[in-house]
């Protein structure tokens, strides 16, 4: 039936056009015929010709048909595909609407496979190339092809997830729904696709996937720089896609983590954080020496600048690669110190945002609710206390992502490809720090074990791809990271173990009291007795947050993730008692669930105390699940009490900025150069006494000298004895234990020849160049020992006494 059209038709065909004069008319003609030869398929219909503003015939031939069902609706000028499309869409009057390319590349013939997927319930049915039973006659160039694929993988890690071609030509569409989407588009090139499938995506209308035949077509008007246009739009589509609410809760983690380390941020080479003890001197070690390695092509697995002449593991020694090593144009162009302040401040943030994210997509979609779950999991006290000195244990900003990819698998969807990405985020969470990586994954299976007592249908589900998934992401990440371990546990400097004490557990007192840096309620006498050290302040969540976890449990027990949380938080904080301890105000002491791995592979080297860091993101996500809840309760004074509640638990948690002090600063010895004179290749600089982890303000001279000499002694992780177990600094020398003990205790032993002879055989195993004594306490006693062992005075040279070893050799 022909005719005009009047009011409501059943299909609209909006073609796209930009001086299309040559390939126009044929398709016209297809798709005129083939709709005139199923009308009573399709009904009544139109064609509408989208007109970028062509500079050719193309309007007039579509105006020279004169056939009111062909309209033409053209733009003063050509500003983009993606502007014809909202032109043309926004025009129709269809109650379906088919979108299809000027060159006919899909065939109009394939309007009835979408027809029927659209006929099933679906809101819009695309042609696909890439779904199985797709068909292609004609393939574009290999270049081409190559690009539409990465492109196609890039939008569907972007944008729109699970939809594997978003950029074939050929799409049906609910006509309200298509026109409603195109109109609130905003691009004007070729990403208008995504951004239409997008819109989709966001008011959950079904989208189908449909194969379809396709021929590539001669005359294409896609150029090499409409590949870089398109990622730029996809830019532009992922910002507008971000919530406000989204943006506003990063910028709040980010000043969070700006106000905790205010007293290093603004000047970091100036200023050292007291309670990281001698680990800040370590880290920014760490960073510079990467650094080095790097800028000089070297092993970034090994060194000897420290430790020298045996050298440091690297890899033993969590230098973190993953970030060290991608900072490292920052260090050699500011220094360690600013780099390491950066990595930890925005590495902090990060973690928070992360954690902000998984729980907005896995426990709840009330914004509040995860941005208060992701600052508990992410500035809980264990992690303000290891932001004074343990980026490893700080930078988290993976285990969010390992954690969402690992509920994928139990989904059964995608398990190959799911698998692949756990793999590769594992692989680089290793170069972040091996130990978080064990202890998220003791957290994960205590949940799942818990949620599979709870829930039996969903793990008889998903237990056969979680397993195939995880196989295929060891297949994946051992190959990258085989060497790396090897050369961790069998390489040059290795080590079995790490002597942490019997028990380095903590007290079930401290779960309950309150951390050194709590701004309201911190208690620094109370919380050192119950910790190693200020930077193992691994509990201390306090009595209130515990109460009101235990009271949100009680009260939404019947939810089975509440139920799983709740074992894997109790369970963790268990294990972190150690392998015994002991009923506070008694000496009762009781054997602890950690004695079953204590001395197991993997297990031995680990702090048990910091198992209770599990309970920061648990205890982040119940409380996250019972303000969601609470915020929907239409009973103002349960609100109110709640929140009450939920404040009187966090605000005695809330940290104050960490300590900080002014740097001791460098000896004009080192900061000038003068150690040049003293100190020949292949020799070191010994400072007296030795750095090891009680005091390692050499390895800050180190890198304030651009790591220009060698350091005997230090502060790392090394192998001690022939067992090789491992301990915290260099291998014990009498010569080295001699002045350790006269720099603490003041006591001078008598120097005799037994003493000098020994002093020789050290030194020239340290292959030492100098002495070096600096202004520090019993300095008069080291200064006594060292002439009595080298036999003349020291010089006061740079700020220091050095003693030149060359001389009357």
Request: proline content about 7%; hydrophobic content about 45%.
């Amino acid at each position: 039936m022909s005719g005009t059209v009047t009011g409501v038709v059943d299909l609209s065909v909006v073609i796209p056009a930009y001086n299309e004069e040559r390939r126009l008319g044929p398709t016209l003609d297809a798709v005129t015929g083939y709709l005139s030869d199923n009308e009573g398929r399709f009904g009544q219909w139109e064609v509408v010709v989208a007109d970028d503003g062509s500079t050719d015939g193309t309007g007039a031939l579509v105006t020279a048909r004169r056939d009111p069902r062909v309209r033409l609706v053209a733009g003063a000028r050509n500003r983009g595909k993606g502007h014809a499309l909202r032109l043309g869409v926004t025009a129709t009057r269809g109650r379906r609407v088919l979108v299809t390319d000027a060159d006919l590349a899909a065939p109009i013939e394939e309007l009835e496979q979408l027809d029927k997927a659209l006929g099933e319930g679906h809101a819009a049915a695309i042609g696909s190339r890439s779904v199985p039973g797709a068909t292609i006659e004609s393939r574009q160039h290999r270049v081409r092809e190559l690009l539409g694929r990465a492109g196609n993988l890039l939008i569907r890690r972007v944008a729109v997830p699970g939809i594997r071609d978003t950029q074939c030509g050929f799409k049906l569409f609910e006509g309200d729904r298509a026109r409603e989407a195109f109109a609130a588009s905003r691009l004007n090139g070729w990403g208008i696709d995504v951004e239409v499938l997008q819109h989709f995506r966001r008011a959950d209308w079904s989208v189908a996937e449909v194969p379809v035949r396709w021929s590539h077509q001669a005359g294409s008007k896609v150029g090499p720089l409409d590949y870089g246009r398109v990622l730029a739009e996809l830019g532009r589509l992922k910002a507008r896609s971000v919530r406000p609410a989204d943006l506003f809760a990063v910028a709040l983690f980010l000043l969070m983590a700006v106000t905790l380390y205010s007293g290093r941020l603004f000047d970091p080479a100036h200023r050292y954080l007291p309670d990281s003890l001698q680990d800040q001197n370590q880290w920014e070690w760490f960073f510079a020496v990467t650094a080095d390695n790097v800028a000089h092509l070297r092993n970034p697995l090994f060194t000897d600048l420290q430790g020298f002449p045996d050298g440091v593991n690297l890899m033993a020694n969590t230098v973190m690669l993953g970030l060290s090593v991608p900072f490292a144009p920052l260090t050699l162009a500011f220094g360690p110190a600013l780099s390491l302040s950066v990595c930890m401040t925005a590495g902090l943030a990060a973690t928070a945002a992360a954690w902000y994210w998984l729980i907005v997509k896995r426990v709840t979609r009330q914004r509040g609710a995860a941005w208060v779950g992701a600052a508990l999991a992410a500035f809980a006290p264990p992690m303000v206390s290891h932001a004074n000195a343990h980026p490893n244990f700080v930078v988290l900003f993976m285990i969010p992502p390992i954690v969402d990819r690992a509920l994928r698998l139990c989904e059964g969807t995608r398990v190959r490809r799911n698998g692949i990405v756990l793999g590769l985020m594992a692989a680089y969470q290793i170069f972040l720090g091996e130990e978080p990586l064990l202890l998220a994954a003791i957290g994960m299976t205590l949940f799942a074990a818990a949620y599979a007592v709870v829930r039996r249908d969903v793990a008889g589900a998903a237990w056969r791809p979680l397993l195939k998934g995880l196989g295929t992401g060891a297949a994946v990440c051992l190959p990258i990271v085989a060497f790396p371990l090897y050369w961790q546990f069998a390489g040059p400097q290795s080590y079995s173990g790490v002597l942490h004490g019997d028990n380095a557990g903590n007290s079930p007192l401290a779960l309950l009291s309150f951390a050194e840096r709590s701004l309201l309620a911190g208690d620094a006498e109370r919380a050192d007795a119950l910790s190693l050290n200020p930077t193992e302040q691994n509990a201390f969540y306090g009595w209130p947050l515990l109460l009101l976890a235990f009271g949100i449990v009680v009260r939404m027990w019947r939810r089975p993730v509440v139920r799983a949380l709740a074992v894997t938080a109790a369970g963790a904080a268990l294990l972190s008692l150690g392998p015994k301890f002991r009923i506070p105000l008694t000496d009762t002491v009781y054997p602890g669930p950690w004695a079953l791995f204590a001395h197991r592979p993997l297990f031995e080297s680990v702090i048990e105390g910091r198992l209770a860091m599990i309970c920061a993101p648990v205890l982040g996500m119940l409380l996250a699940i019972a303000l969601a809840r609470l915020s929907a309760t239409p009973r103002i004074g349960t609100l109110y009490c709640g929140l009450l509640a939920v404040a009187l638990a966090l605000l005695p948690l809330v940290p104050a900025p960490l300590k900080a002090v002014d740097r001791a600063p460098v000896p004009e010895f080192v900061s000038a150069g003068l150690w040049k004179s003293y100190v020949r290749d292949g020799e070191s600089l010994v400072p007296v006494p030795l750095p090891d982890p009680g005091a390692a303000e050499a390895l800050h001279w180190q890198t304030a000298a651009h790591l220009g000499f060698k350091l005997p002694g230090g502060y790392f992780n090394g192998p001690y004895g022939p067992d090789r177990i491992g301990i915290y600094g260099a291998s014990p020398r009498y010569t080295s234990n001699m002045l350790r003990d006269v720099r603490y205790t003041g006591v001078v032993p008598a120097i005799g020849a037994q003493w000098r002879a020994q002093a020789r055989r050290d030194f020239a195993y340290w292959h030492a160049g100098a002495l070096v004594v600096a202004p520090q306490e019993n300095d008069d006693k080291l200064r006594r020992v060292v002439t009595e062992l080298v036999g003349r005075p020291g010089k006061w040279t740079g700020g220091v006494w050095v003693w030149d070893l060359h001389e009357g050799s």
